[in-house]
């Protein structure tokens, strides 16, 4: 049984699927602030089965009173939804990382992406980094299949090995579907506490770039000049944020290719940390 309610089923320009999931890998929202720009105003296509996928008790439904009266519950959801781009829809999928049913919701995204006529996957994603925010964001790029990973790439080197996540194991239900995918995960500054506009942003522009066409990035630009301001000034009054910052900036520098070894110990480095103080 699909997990789905399809509610416009097109039909779409050579449509591309999106997806981006607020969990694990998202830090620094950037994966979901991504396809949220992208997404713009677009409409809704389909709407997936909260009670089927959601842990209420660790996402609990929200509730509105007016002098006491229960007037709405807004339940947590995954959407998708439509945006026209110059040659293509795209069909973005995002919402929270849900708690259960992992599998039959890959089953269901990968025939609704066959059913609607995907000729592309694109996953977007954070991944926690020894990087600081004085720097370019960069990206590291997955794909289905080696020859979606053109020369000069940015992409782990040799095996790597992490805990897995929701858009990780749907994007793989879709590649098996036959539909080419790639994976695009900005390297998110571990200091950071809040959303990182600057890695969301580039995001954006990476999907641009491989669908050749302009794409909008709506307020990014202008969110991520404004946080830069105010990390920079939190940085320049605690020196020893700005010590810390400053060998990060010397390390990125010198950086070369980024092995598997060294991105899986990134990744449970920041989740033995999580209780850490970071800059919000």
């Known amino acids: ?74 339940w947590p959801e995954l959407v998708m939804k439509v945006n026209q781009l110059e040659a293509h829809d795209i069909l973005v999928v995002t919402g929270i990382e849900p ?4 599998q039959r919701l890959g089953a269901s995204v990968a025939g609704l992406a066959e059913r609607l006529g995907v000729t592309r996957h694109i996953s977007l994603g954070g991944i ?18 080696p020859d979606l990973l053109p020369p000069g790439e940015d992409r782990p080197d040799g095996l790597l090995r992490v805990p897995g996540s929701a858009v990780s194991t749907i994007e793989r239900a879709v590649a098996l579907g036959g539909i080419a995918s790639v994976g695009f995960w900005a390297r998110v500054p571990h200091y950071v506490g809040t959303t990182y506009y600057a890695a969301a942003l580039a995001l954006v522009e990476r999907v641009s770039k491989h669908l050749g066409e302009p794409i909008s990035p709506g ?35 010198e950086q070369g290719v980024v092995s598997g070894e060294q991105l899986a110990a990134e990744i449970e480095r920041f989740l033995r940390q999580q209780g850490d103080e970071s800059l919000g």
């Open 99 to 102: 708690n259960w049913n992992w």
């Open 1 to 74: 049984m699909d997990l789905y309610r399809l509610i416009d089923s097109g039909p779409f320009r050579d449509p591309v699927l999106v997806l981006a999931l607020d969990g694990w890998v998202n830090a620094g929202s950037a994966g979901t602030t991504a396809a949220e720009a992208l997404a713009g105003d677009g409409s809704l296509v389909a709407v997936f089965d909260s009670d089927a996928l959601f842990d209420y008790r660790q996402n609990r439904p929200t509730l509105d009173f007016m002098e006491g009266v229960i007037q709405s519950v807004e």
């Open 128 to 145: 926690p980094w020894a990087t600081p925010h004085t720097r370019p964001v960069s990206i590291i790029t997955t794909a289905s299949e």
């Open 219 to 253: 307020r990014l630009p202008d969110d991520a000049v404004d946080q830069r301001v105010q990390l920079d000034a939190i940085v320049e009054a605690r020196p020893e944020v700005k010590q810390v910052v400053t060998q990060l900036e010397s390390m990125v520098d």
